[in-house]
């Protein structure tokens, strides 16, 4: 298991720019798939983005295609979510996630998650 820690959340007004990052402990950062998910008040938890272990392939939720992007540096043991243009619907804990299997953890099976970091877009 890898243990995670997000930080980066804060307060924006709609159409700003927050960035996420999510730092990851253990030697083995670079086998793992990483991941965000964001859960509203009264939602389910749902899947935002997720990258293989190289970075080099990214997947993204429909909602946010275009305005969020994830990256990862191998060398920090760290994974980002740049989120521009934000919306007041973006407002949720976000979740940092890891898998070894880019596919599954793409479809929410998740072996660690973070403790979560709360974005608050405001009009």
């Known amino acids: 298991q890898v243990q995670l820690v997000e930080s980066g959340g804060g307060l924006v007004q709609a159409g700003g720019s927050l960035r996420l990052s999510c730092a990851a402990s253990?030697?083995?950062?670079?086998?793992?798939?990483m991941g965000w998910f964001r859960q509203a008040p009264g939602k389910e938890r749902e899947f935002v983005a997720a990258?293989?272990?190289?970075?080099?392939?990214?997947t993204y939720a429909d909602s946010v295609k275009g305005r969020f992007t994830i990256s990862r540096d191998n060398a920090k043991n760290t994974v980002y979510l740049q989120m521009n243009s934000l919306k007041l619907e973006d407002t949720a804990v976000y979740y940092c996630a890891a898998h070894t299997n880019f596919y599954r953890l793409r479809n929410g099976v998740v072996g660690s998650w973070g403790q979560g970091t709360q974005v608050t877009v405001s009009s």
């Open positions: 990258s293989d272990w190289s970075g080099g392939v990214t």
């Open positions: 253990g030697r083995t950062f670079s086998s793992y798939a």
